[in-house]
């Protein structure tokens, strides 16, 4: 699909103040962005040069900025392009996009920049998705990880996938146009190992779906204790805010209450869960059994226990309701004299920590040792797969591998294997948007924000 259109589009986040960017692409890109922008050079003319001149509105000025043209191909999109950074003010950056659609620019979009880029070949699909991964990243790891998708490397073992199965393809068809018969031994020895290589490397890519989603979504981590040993205020002192409301009330949080943050670069979901304790009141208990599924879910469990306290049934309700792994124990409020009986746990050293969330001692110890224990890292040469897409996409080039090895295995014509081998190429030039429909593509770059 060839753009005949200029999309036009501000490029940087709405409503920040501070410096803004609208972007013009397409073959009219330099001609309506020379009545947009007044400088002594007029745009284009120099090459690679930014310039310096007035943003223009129905001829009129409205703010000094600069300017810069890409010339096609070298642009992002692949297209003339033009950007113009003026005062972020959203009435001047409306106003250019305004003029700029009276001149003949259509709006762009979302994700409509990243879509010319992907028509034109300047990305292939898992990079343009990658784009969204960048703008989404919520934390350093997942921001990693999209880098590195956005850089090919997710690509470039792809191909390399690719260039297995397009390699079997050349062994079966060189056996049936040269001969009558089907392909030799050694060929099929040959056909067999690349296949079983295939299978495998792309086995490895699949398996990094559920570990990158997790990562995406942020590893959760749910809080448990009895009723007033301090889960409210860890939570408001975990997050750097009063989200969960403190009361020296036993019960009072009595459903999940989640926010955000990150540990060591990476995104945590962190969950105030309602205190467990022996209850009557059915909302308490609507609460509790929200608390045991939020444990069942979790990456990271912290088991929080009031050291200035003694030991009460209520803790024990507490400890029995504990996953068997990735518990962290955490004794609160050793700000107060200790009257709590650790021996009760059997603990080894390293699986707690003391705190005072009141205070704040201890808390980044904490952050430290529940960072250690989340799940290993799984990826593949650094990358992981971010999307069900890609997912079903090598899924179905593993499939298609494993077949056509059984159908070598089983004597079956080289013809059916080489129908298996071609089905498994389709999948994996899908998975780098080859051939892919354009209500696919619609899907996709619907997630994308306008102006990316
Ligand atoms: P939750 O029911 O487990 O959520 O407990 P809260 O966070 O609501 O805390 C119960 C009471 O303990 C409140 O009065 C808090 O101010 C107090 N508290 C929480 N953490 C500490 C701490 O580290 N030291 C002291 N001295 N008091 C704390």
């Known amino acids: 699909m060839i753009q005949t259109d200029t999309a036009v589009a501000i490029s940087t986040p709405r409503g920040e103040g501070g410096i803004g960017v609208v972007r013009l692409s397409g073959p009219e890109a330099v001609a309506i962005g020379r009545q947009l922008f007044c ?45 113009i950074s003026c005062h972020g003010s959203m009435v001047v950056l409306e106003s250019v996009v305004a003029e700029a659609l009276r001149l003949g620019a259509v709006s762009a979009g979302p994700g409509e920049f990243t879509r010319r880029a992907f028509v034109n070949g300047r990305l292939d699909l898992l990079e343009a998705e990658a784009v969204i ?45 040269f001969s009558d018969q089907d392909i030799d031994e050694i060929s099929r020895q040959q056909l067999r190992a690349e296949l079983g290589e295939m299978v495998a490397e792309a086995r490895n890519l699949a ?41 020296p009330i036993p019960g009072t949080t009595r459903d999940r209450i989640e926010g955000l943050t990150t ?23 609507a609460g509790i059994e929200r608390t045991t599924q939020a444990l069942s879910e979790a990456d990271i469990v912290l088991a929080i226990f009031d050291s200035s306290v003694a030991w009460c049934d209520d803790d024990r309700v507490a400890v029995d309701r504990l996953p068997s792994e990735n518990v962290l124990v955490v004794f609160n409020k050793v700000d107060l004299p200790h009257k709590l009986d650790r021996s009760k746990l059997r603990l080894d050293a390293s699986s707690s920590v003391d705190i005072s969330a009141l205070t704040g001692l201890g808390i980044d110890e904490l952050k430290r040792a529940a960072a250690q224990r989340l799940p290993p890292r799984h990826d593949v040469g650094g990358v992981g797969i971010t999307r069900q897409r890609h997912y079903d ?57 306008i102006g990316k």
């Open 133 to 177: 991964d960048l703008i989404q990243a919520q934390s350093k790891g997942s921001l990693d990880n999209a880098y590195g998708l956005a850089g090919g490397r997710l690509s470039q073992m792809v191909r390399a996938l690719k260039a297995r199965v397009v390699k079997g393809l050349a062994l079966i068809e060189v056996g049936l146009d």
């Open 263 to 285: 540990w060591s670069g990476e995104a945590i979901r962190l969950v105030d869960t309602a205190g467990i304790r022996q209850a009557d009141d059915p909302i308490e208990i």
């Open 207 to 247: 398996d990094t779906f559920e570990g990158t989603r997790r990562r995406q979504d942020g590893y959760l981590v749910a809080m448990i204790g009895r009723p007033n040993v301090g889960k409210s205020t860890l939570f408001n002192a975990l997050l750097g805010e009063d989200r969960a409301i403190v009361t």
């Open 39 to 83: 400088s002594q050079h007029p745009l284009g003319q120099r090459v690679r040069r930014v310039e310096y001149g007035q943003v223009l509105a129905m001829g009129q000025p409205i703010d000094k900025g600069v300017a810069w043209v890409f010339a096609a191909p070298h642009s992002y999109t692949g297209e003339d392009t033009v950007e």
């Open 393 to 449: 996409c090598l899924w179905c080039a593993i499939r298609s591998g494993e077949s056509a090895a059984g159908l070598i295995d089983a004597g079956e014509p080289d013809e059916c294997v080489a129908v298996e081998l071609q089905a498994g190429l389709k999948a994996l030039g899908e998975m780098l948007g080859e051939g892919v429909e354009e209500d696919v593509l619609d899907s996709i770059f619907s997630d994308f924000c």
